[in-house]
């Protein structure tokens, strides 16, 4: 049995994301060992969060009258802090919350 690529894995562990069976069941119908799906799932799956630890994430600031600052971010997180927030926690809270 020849081994699986990169290319060849990559969208078959995407589609698996959109499967609503099982891991053994997609295994069966696509004939793919459990194992080497296993393997390339994990592998893709580290690539992915190391690759977002490094990335940069937009910030959406809201400029609004009042008293707080909103940030919005992409993965649905908000924040609400009072407008003299000092820089150095808006800061923090940038890199922690990414």
Known sequence: MKQKTAEEMRPLIQSFAKYTGTKKAFCL????????FHYWQTKF?????K????????LQVSNSVGSKIELYYPNGLRLVMPVDTPLNILQALVKTAG
């Open 51 to 58: 690759f977002s630890s490094k990335k940069f994430l937009p």
């Open 29 to 36: 119908e696509n004939n793919i060992n459990i194992h080497t």
């Open 45 to 49: 799956n580290k690539q992915a969060v």
